[in-house]
């Protein structure tokens, strides 16, 4: 989830995380039965930024990259919940209040796929951001 700021903004950044995940889970189980038969972790993450980022903001994740231990970052140069933001400071500073429904979102597809995460969101300049995945081991 994005890092919060004060203390009722981290209430509310968790309330829209909660509903992206309940979001992503909806979606998950609705996936066709052969789609949910991924053999690898990477093949889970690249159905995330292929099919999934597709079918929810009509574009695709712009890279996915991996440490091959559990840690994948998305990034999407171009992310459409925050292109039409100005470039400004002060925009960046609201840029978490627009990740954490996708942060959730992510991590509720994931949580219906058989893998718990955490998921994290960050945004060096507008309108780029990363997601950064961590595969929770058991």
């Not at 995330?48 to 970052?73: E, I």
């Not at 100005?86 to 954490?100: I, R």
């Not at 994931?110 to 893998?115: A, D």
Request: with cysteine; charged share 20%.
């Amino acid at each position: 989830m994005p890092q919060p700021g004060p203390p009722g903004q981290k209430t509310s950044l968790l309330v829209l995380e909660g509903m992206g995940f309940r979001v992503g889970q909806a979606l998950g189980e609705r996936l066709p039965r052969e789609m949910l038969a991924f053999r690898e972790e990477l093949d889970v993450l690249k159905f995330l930024c292929k099919d999934l980022w597709g079918a929810v903001f009509q574009k695709q994740m712009d890279s996915l990259r991996t440490n091959h231990q559990g840690t994948y970052v998305l990034q999407d140069s171009s992310f459409p919940l925050l292109v039409r933001m100005g470039s400004g400071l002060q925009y960046l500073e609201e840029a978490p209040k627009f990740l954490a429904f996708t942060c959730g979102l992510l991590r509720g597809t994931l949580s219906t796929l058989g893998i718990k995460s955490l998921v994290t969101a960050s945004v060096a300049a507008l309108p780029a951001c990363k997601f950064q995945v961590v595969i929770q081991r058991s």
